[in-house]
Nanobody
């Protein structure tokens, strides 16, 4: 059983929107802080956004602040990333991450492509 499964990626024109989802299973989702990371070709994986276990606090990378919104639904064991005003530089594989006191999980990633 894969603990984190991302979905919602795809090809979108610059200026468009996508919503990514991360479905969790096999662990107590509501106890874990969650986050999104991304990795572009030839680059290291980088932080995008994270959200506290209860959803009351969120942080964003400067590059996505004001354009992306992270959220979670603990009743559905799912985290989301609403991505607006997408740019070519947002092209990457997006990964979701769960962490609790040093114990963590990674998803397998979903591709987002924004042609220039």
């Amino acid at each position: 059983q894969v603990p984190l499964v991302e979905s919602g990626g795809g090809l979108v024109q610059a200026g468009g929107s996508l919503r990514l989802s991360c479905a969790a299973s096999g662990f107590i989702f509501r106890n874990y802080a969650m986050g999104w990371f991304r990795q572009a070709p030839g680059k290291e994986r980088e932080f995008v956004a994270d959200i506290s276990w209860g959803g009351g606090a969120a942080n964003y990378a400067d590059s996505v602040k004001g354009r992306f919104i992270i959220s979670r639904d603990n009743a559905k064991n799912t985290m989301y990333l609403q991505m607006n005003t997408l740019r070519p530089e947002d092209t990457a594989v997006y990964y979701c991450h769960a962490v609790l006191r040093g114990n963590d999980y990674w998803g397998q990633g979903t591709q987002v492509t924004v042609p220039s």
